[in-house]
Nanobody, 118 residues
Framework: VQLQASGGGLVQAGGSLRLSCAPSGSIFSAYVLAWYRQTPENERELVARITAGGSVTYADSVKGRFTISRGNVRGNAKNTVYLQMNSLKPDDTGVYYC?????????WGQGTLVTVSS
């Protein structure tokens, strides 16, 4: 089973993008779904996470601009995670990775590139 991330691209500063991530097959329900990003200058950092109970956490740099959500917890989309990114800044540029933690282990998506031009 793999996580398939999509939605990255090139956008001007102030614009919006919506990232999606879903598993390619059936897996155990996630304890936590999260998005990380990585740039050549920095280590991979947590952008946002959402727990099975719905608690959310954001990096200070994205609070008020990004929103993490998950698919219908009662349906097949319960392990799907989204990241709505608004008011994008050049500093948001990077490769975004989704992560799913479950009792079967940790899964990572392949990464989707987000480039924000000034």
């Amino acid at each position: 089973v793999q996580l398939q991330a999509s939605g990255g691209g090139l956008v001007q500063a102030g614009g919006s993008l919506r990232l999606s991530c879903a598993p390619s097959g059936s897996i155990f329900s996630a304890y936590v779904l999260a998005w990380y990003r990585q740039t050549p200058e920095n280590e991979r950092e947590l952008v946002a996470r959402i727990t099975a109970g719905g608690s959310v956490t954001y990096a200070d740099s994205v609070k008020g601009r990004f929103t993490i959500s998950r698919g219908n917890v009662r349906g097949n989309a319960k392990n799907t995670v989204y990241l709505q990114m608004n008011s994008l800044k050049p500093d948001d540029t990077g490769v975004y990775y989704c992560n799913l933690a479950s009792r079967a282990g940790d899964y990572w998506g392949q990464g989707t590139l987000v480039t924000v031009s000034s």
